[in-house]
Structures are given as structure tokens and as C-alpha cells.
């Protein structure tokens, strides 16, 4: 993948920087965003595809951008689709930072060190080119002005700002709350980015996250309670710490 245009991570994450604080919006969901930008920048590439409300890889070659080739090897050795709600709500430690220092050897950011209450000491980002983040917002603006269907591009991007909730943050107030509402509508433009915005929803949700069990797994207990009893006929006690961990997952 060429370095001419920039990528979906990067884009959503200069949307989320904030020109006056130097901080990012929405830090925690933005997290999660980030990692479904991948999966959405991927599938532009033509590396992976949507197979239900899994992701497949179809072509395991490198782009060429070793973050993403960091996810696209991650989803490769995972050997079969993994549901997009599973791989957004994995770890991802560090992700922002990775992003940010990106953005910072390309001469898009300047890191800016600082204090918080006169101790500890902070990092905070500013643009270089605040032209790069007009022409962004210019593209989610255009969009939902016109109402003209978007490329695939803004269409995720899109759909991406709505899922971390950026929309309050590009549209504030009462009088940003139509816009807001078009941004959430421009969800339906990109496939992929519908897939993965839901599923980044999902996760702040909650809802989702365990895997679905198989009919042949649902019957399998059966011969695992057998396992726990003991020999000579003398009943187990069910360990309460285990059972409680087997509802949890």
C-alpha cells in the first residue's frame, strides 16, 4: 500500500484531536475504533472480506504499513473467520500511542509535553497542518450537507465517527443535533464499515462478546460432569470460583 493517501486510522484519529486541548475525544472508544479502522482499511486493500459477521483474510500479502500488517498477521495465524465484535474487543494495548507516533514521524502532529496539576507529566498532541483535518472534516461535512451517497472511504470513516461517538464532539449542541443524526445515517453507505461500526457499538454495549456455542458443544457438559465424579460413587461438591467462571465465559 502506497503512503500517498492516508489511512482510515489515521483519518479518525485526527477527527478525534482536539485543536485547542491537544487531547483526544472519546479516548476509550476511540481505542476500540481504531482497531475496526484497521479491519475497514484491510478490506479496501482487498486483504480480508466480510464472511457473515466474521472477517476472513483473502489475500495474507503485506500492504506495505507495518501497523496494519501487524493485524492482518494477527488475523492470518487466528486460521479461520473471526467475528469482528471478538477481534475490536480484544486488547489492543497501546494502539492510540502507536497511531500518535505515527502521525508525529510523518510530520502530521507535534508532541507537546506538559503537567498535570504541576506533577505528572503529560503528552499532548497538536496538528502541524490543520489544512490535512479541514479537508477530513470537509469530506464528513460534504456528506451530510448534500446527502449525495459518499465514496467507501468517508462512508467508513463516517460510520466510525458515529460508532465512538464523535459526533457530539464535530457537532456539538442542540443546533449539531441534525447532523449528528445524518452522521449515524451514513452508517448504510459502506457495508464493511456498517459490520465493523456495529460491532464496535457491540462491544461498548456489551452485547455479543461471547462466542455462540455450537449444538455439538451445548451437549458436551454432560461428559464433563461425568469427569468431575469421583471414583468410589462419592458425589463432588461443585466448586463455586469454577462454576462462576464457566457462566462468565
Do not use: F
Not at 500500500?1 to 478525534?16: K, V
Not at 514521524?105 to 496539576?117: F, N
Not at 503529560?122 to 465514496?151: C, F, K, M
Not at 463516517?158 to 443524526?181: F, I, M
Amino acid at each position: 500500500m502506497g503512503r500517498s493517501r492516508r489511512t482510515i486510522p489515521e483519518e479518525l484519529l485526527l477527527l478525534a484531536l482536539d485543536p485547542t486541548t491537544g487531547t483526544t475525544a472519546q479516548p476509550q472508544s476511540l481505542d476500540l475504533g481504531l482497531a475496526g479502522a484497521q479491519l475497514v482499511e484491510l478490506a479496501l486493500a482487498g486483504r480480508i472480506a466480510p464472511d457473515g459477521d466474521r472477517i476472513a483474510v483473502v489475500v495474507p500479502r503485506p500492504t506495505g504499513d507495518p501497523t496494519l500488517d501487524c493485524a492482518l498477521e494477527l488475523l492470518r495465524r487466528r486460521g479461520a473467520p473471526v467475528r469482528a465484535v471478538h477481534w475490536i474487543g480484544g486488547p489492543r494495548l497501546g494502539l492510540r500511542q502507536t497511531y500518535l507516533s505515527h502521525l508525529e514521524r510523518c510530520g502530521m502532529v507535534h508532541a507537546v509535553a506538559g503537567q498535570m496539576c504541576g506533577v505528572l507529566p503529560t503528552t499532548r498532541y497538536q496538528a502541524t497542518d490543520t489544512a490535512i483535518s479541514r479537508e477530513i472534516r470537509s469530506r464528513l461535512d460534504s456528506a451530510i450537507r448534500t446527502g449525495v451517497p459518499p465514496d467507501p472511504r468517508t462512508a467508513a470513516l463516517a460510520a466510525l465517527a458515529h460508532a465512538v461517538g464523535l459526533g457530539k464532539h464535530l457537532y456539538p449542541g442542540n443546533e449539531g443535533r441534525s447532523s449528528r443524526s445524518r452522521l449515524r445515517d451514513l452508517i448504510r453507505h459502506d457495508p464493511m464499515g456498517g459490520l465493523v461500526a456495529h460491532a464496535v457499538m457491540d462491544v461498548q454495549n456489551g452485547v455479543a462478546v461471547q462466542p455462540r456455542r455450537s449444538p455439538a458443544t451445548a451437549r458436551k457438559p454432560d461428559r464433563a460432569a461425568a469427569a468431575e465424579t469421583p471414583a468410589k460413587g462419592i458425589p463432588m461438591q461443585p466448586r463455586r470460583g469454577s462454576m462462576a467462571r464457566a457462566v462468565a465465559h
